[in-house]
């Protein structure tokens, strides 16, 4: 790690070494543990030429009831080229009446290559909730060095039909996302991938590759656990293939 600086209660914690020197993992800590009405979260990472990182939180995020303002989370990511980074943080929980603005853009260089995902649960599930009033807003980027990649926004409410669509959440309560980007993603990864998705009543998932080499996994579940379950599987059988490096499972996965 060459510079480590923050403000407010925003810490990167001691870099650790479980792959050897080449890779760094760093923890990224919120101590508030939560985002509540009008907090505002910002992370910056810029990775220099042919640097290796693992980035991950220590525990789940937590958006809190809001009678009106958005809680803003703005992750801006810059890799040099052959840089490689993945991004593994844990779920994001929204409260009851929660409101989030959830920002995140990515810049590759050339021959870069990343592998990360975004969990969300809608509710407290194990407190009742159903999340029937609240917002989520999405809004993700990825440039490389001919232009824009891949785009996307989402717009979610508490009453939104998009939750029960069936070309939506289909009614499940917890969905995720997982992407990977870099010279290694294209159909033919995709097409391997596909037959180890599930698709059942509590899992289901399928994978696209779009043009740019990006390629998408998208989830929906009934609980977190699976879900988080498949992430890292996915996550274990792309490293390889995208980063050309063994996938080890991260030491807070097991805590």
């Not at 992750?75 to 980074?85: D, G, M, S, T, V």
């Not at 001919?146 to 069936?166: D, F």
């Not at 289901?204 to 379950?229: F, M, N, S």
Request: aromatic content about 8%; some cysteine.
């Amino acid at each position: 790690m060459a510079e480590r600086r923050h403000s407010g209660p925003l810490q990167v914690q001691k870099p650790l070494y479980p792959e050897g020197r080449s890779v760094c993992h760093t923890v990224i800590l919120h101590p508030p543990g939560g985002m509540a009405a009008g907090d505002a979260v910002k992370i910056n990472v810029t990775q220099g030429t042919g640097t290796r990182t693992v980035l991950t939180s220590p525990a789940a995020t937590k958006w809190y009831k809001s009678t009106g303002a958005f809680a803003s989370q703005d992750i801006r990511i810059e890799l040099a080229p052959r840089a490689q980074l993945d991004w593994l943080p844990p779920e994001n929980i929204l409260f009851e009446n929660a409101r989030a603005d959830f920002r995140f853009q990515l810049e590759l260089g050339p021959e870069a290559s990343a592998i990360g995902w975004e969990t969300f649960v809608f509710g407290r599930r194990a407190m009742g909730e159903t999340w029937d009033a609240g917002a989520l807003r999405i809004n993700s980027q990825f440039t490389g060095r001919h232009g824009l990649l891949w785009a996307e926004k989402a717009n979610v409410t508490g009453a939104s039909g998009l939750r029960i669509a069936t070309q939506g959440l289909a009614a499940f309560p917890v969905c995720g996302m997982l992407w990977a980007a870099g010279p290694s993603c294209n159909q033919m990864l995709a097409e391997t991938l596909s037959p180890s998705l599930p698709f059942s009543d509590t899992l289901r998932a399928g994978v696209t590759c779009l043009h740019g080499g990006v390629l998408v996994v998208r989830a929906v579940a009934q609980k977190i656990e699976p879900l988080r379950e498949l992430m890292v599987r996915c996550w274990t059988f792309l490293r390889p293939a995208i980063h050309g490096r063994d996938s080890n499972p991260l030491r807070l996965w097991s805590v």
